[in-house]
């Protein structure tokens, strides 16, 4: 993810793929997402690497993880959430559980007058706020999928009144969750709410149920124009294993960064991260392994960043000075 946008007037994407696993207590789940007790990061099972293992069952409207950035609320502006979840008809539970495989919240500053997304066990898709429900026909859904599930928010000013339009979209992503998406649902929802048209900014919660069908959960997307924040810097022990694995210079630095590379790591493909002291992901980028890698930095404001190097199952991380 390249993200040099960061006004607060301009939309950015950000997107958590959940394969960063450090410690218990520094992991794409905690450095991102808070209120995380009831949910566990699974290393193993994801997309692309790790993922979220979800429980059986959810205390519906409690067990929700929230994002670390809020949305700012701007007229005719989409704010578009998504997460992917892997489907597993056998672990759906018959009635009266009423569980759902994924969940999208949007919690604005009255509570109940937020709007929800979700796939119900019986793979019908709701769209529900305080006093207004939308629900779609049973989707057909291929066990042992990954599904893209998609929802957007906008707070119109062409209709009469305090309306809101809902939108909430699926794509069939295939067994590997790498396939080009196939579209399999979308629904729109036009309502009236002044409370949630009149809310400065909306929080973006998650959640999903293995007795609803969603085994794991992936690749959180987050887009939209970004209002308060409480995302914290990645907590990292540089003196830690692998602290002699990569070397960096000049440092400070200013245009370029040159970074060198020892036998630990073998793997030719190699990805890095630059982060903010805010926790914000600056610049990211996949590299091939070479005797000496220089990166482009001159876009990036003076003050103390994180450099992440991951290459297979090793991690390293540097503080990084750009004057």
């Given at each position: 993810?390249l993200n040099l ?187 009236e709410d002044s ?129």
């Amino acid at each position: 993810m390249l993200n040099l946008n960061l006004s607060k007037g301009q939309s950015i994407t950000d997107t958590v793929f959940f394969n960063n696993y450090v410690t218990p207590t520094n992991n794409d789940l905690v450095n991102h997402f808070s209120n995380t007790s009831w949910i566990t990061m699974d290393t193993m099972h994801g997309i692309t690497g790790g993922s979220l293992d979800t429980p059986d069952s959810l205390s519906w409207g409690n067990d929700l993880i929230s994002y670390c950035k809020n949305y700012n609320n701007v007229i005719d502006t989409m704010m578009m959430t998504t997460v992917s979840f892997k489907y597993n008809s056998s672990l759906v539970m018959p009635a009266p559980h009423y569980e759902r495989a994924v969940a999208i919240f949007y919690e604005g500053n009255v509570i109940n007058h937020n709007i929800a997304c979700y796939l119900n066990r019986d793979r019908t898709v709701t769209i529900i706020t305080y006093g207004a429900v939308d629900v779609t026909s049973p989707i057909n859904l291929t066990n042992g999928h990954w599904y893209r599930f998609a929802t957007g928010l906008t707070c119109l000013s062409s209709a009469p009144g305090d309306w809101v339009l809902a939108s909430c979209y699926m794509s069939d992503l295939g067994i590997s969750g790498t396939a080009n998406p196939t579209p399999v649902m979308a629904e729109n929802f036009t309502l009236e709410d002044s409370d949630i048209v009149n809310s400065p900014e909306f929080n973006v919660r998650i959640c999903g149920a293995r007795w609803g069908g969603g085994e794991y959960l992936d690749n959180f997307t987050f887009h939209g124009i970004p209002g308060t924040s409480n995302c914290v810097p990645v907590a990292v022990n540089e003196n830690g294993s692998g602290s002699d694995a990569i070397s960096i210079f000049p440092q400070p630095a200013s245009d370029f960064l040159n970074i060198s590379f020892n036998e630990k790591f073998i793997d030719a493909q190699i990805s890095y991260s630059i982060f903010d002291i805010s926790g914000r992901e600056m610049l990211h980028g996949d590299l091939l392994k070479n005797d000496l890698i220089t990166i482009p930095i001159g876009q990036l404001s003076a003050g103390l960043y994180l450099l992440q190097i991951r290459s297979g199952s090793e991690l390293v991380c540097r503080k990084l000075i750009i004057e």
